[in-house]
């Protein structure tokens, strides 16, 4: 018997796209962030409320990421910026080479920000670089401050978590400080914000951190 | 009822009641993963003229959420009519491993209090558990 070294990465093709993902975005300065959560934590309502508040200063585009359906591109789409919907059938994540395909078809020269919505998911997205520069995680008080705890490569990866749904908190028993104790614990510099996308309280918070991300890309 | 097909959460790792379904939802992830693991083992054992491959050995951190046992299975069905057909998947798993960055403590779990045993500092450092590497294969004489 032959034993022949190989010593690479499974996830290597991916990277290797996600690298040519990150050069285009860093060719025409845009800032690209993916967002994740389990289904239904409150990603799109957090992108529409986000869109609202940024879209006269930049220029922004999203793509949205789903099993099936066109629901989310048609909502972000009412918000008047362009959007362009990924369905990936049977996997349960975006991959850096879907999201090469769109990025081949945007105009980046003509945009500043790149929004991209993950198939909503607290396991697969998180093993996937896409070639962004952040990963945010929205996790809402509905779904149990457990879940760092439970799932917690995704809070290990996200560069800052938002617990959504804040509004609820009175009817739900979650440990704010328990849910940002167990996600910091994997992730020394994860920055957590607290937000109801429904009541606007706490977006002002994450907007400000959102736009000193994207101004380290733009330069601004 | 069965409903895989569409259930977006049909993957592996997730905790789901009805179990049928989230396998057949997670074959198709692992099957992926496997189909790119084949794609770079193929291309190896061309560079070096290899009929057959006995063996494949894959490293897999326990820090990751991907699952051996169904990526073992997914592997041995995305092999068939392959070169690789019938070899053996010899999976190492590497343990998680944490350390306090403030006393050095190390440790393979988050304490459940998630605060450092010994210096009561919150935050640690994964030093090992993130692997997913292809490591070599045997090929016969
Ligand atoms: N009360 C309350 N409800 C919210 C808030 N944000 C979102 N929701 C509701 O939660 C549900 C899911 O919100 P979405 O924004 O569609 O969640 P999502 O993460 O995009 O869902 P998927 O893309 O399907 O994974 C909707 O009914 C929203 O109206 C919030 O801050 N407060
Ligand atoms: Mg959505
Ligand atoms: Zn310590």
Not at chain 1, 89 to 106: K, P, S
Not at chain 1, 136 to 163: I, N
Not at chain 2, 93 to 105: D, E, F, H, K, V
Not at chain 2, 106 to 119: I, L
Request: aromatic share 4%; with cysteine.
């Amino acid at each position: 018997m032959h034993e022949i070294s190989i010593k690479s990465d499974v996830l290597a093709d991916n990277t290797l796209a996600a690298h040519h993902n990150r050069e285009h975005l860093h060719e025409h300065r845009v800032y690209a962030l993916n967002l994740m959560s389990g289904p239904g934590a409150g990603k799109t309502t957090l992108l529409e409320r986000t869109i609202a508040a940024l879209k006269d200063r930049y220029r922004l585009a999203v793509i949205e990421g789903d099993v099936q359906g066109r629901a989310d591109a048609e909502r972000i789409g009412r918000c008047g910026v362009p959007v362009t919907q990924i369905n990936t059938g049977h996997a349960c994540h975006l991959d850096a080479r879907l999201v090469q395909r769109e990025l081949h078809a945007f105009p980046l020269a003509e945009l500043d920000v790149l929004l991209i919505e993950n198939v909503g998911n607290l396991v697969c997205p998180a093993e996937f670089d896409l070639g962004e520069h952040d990963k945010a995680m929205v996790l809402s008080v509905t779904e149990g401050h457990d879940k760092p705890d439970k799932y917690p490569v995704m809070f290990h990866v996200a560069r800052a978590l938002v617990l959504s749904k804040l509004d609820l908190l009175p009817h739900v028993d979650f440990d704010v400080e328990r849910a940002t104790r167990a996600a910091r614990a994997l992730n020394l510099d994860l920055e957590v914000f607290q937000v109801s996308a429904k009541t606007g309280a706490g977006l002002d918070a994450w907007l400000c951190w959102l736009e000193g991300r994207i101004a380290r890309v733009k330069g601004g | 009822m069965y409903q895989s097909a569409i259930r977006p959460r049909g993957c592996y790792g997730q905790s789901d009641p009805d179990g049928e379904a989230v396998r057949a939802g997670a074959l198709v992830h692992e099957l992926s993963l496997a189909q790119d693991m084949i794609t770079t083992l193929t291309r190896v054992a061309a560079e070096h003229h290899a009929p057959r491959v006995a063996a494949v050995h894959l490293k897999l951190g326990e820090f990751t959420h991907v699952d051996p046992e169904t990526l073992a299975f997914a592997f041995e069905v995305a092999c068939r009519g392959t070169l690789l057909e019938g070899c053996r998947l010899e999976i190492e798993r590497l343990p998680t491993r944490l350390r306090c960055p403030a006393c050095a403590w190390e440790g393979s779990a988050t304490p459940a209090e998630h605060v450092c045993p010994t210096c009561g500092h919150l935050g640690f450092t994964v030093l090992q558990g993130r692997e997913f590497q292809l490591d070599s294969m045997d090929i016969p004489e």
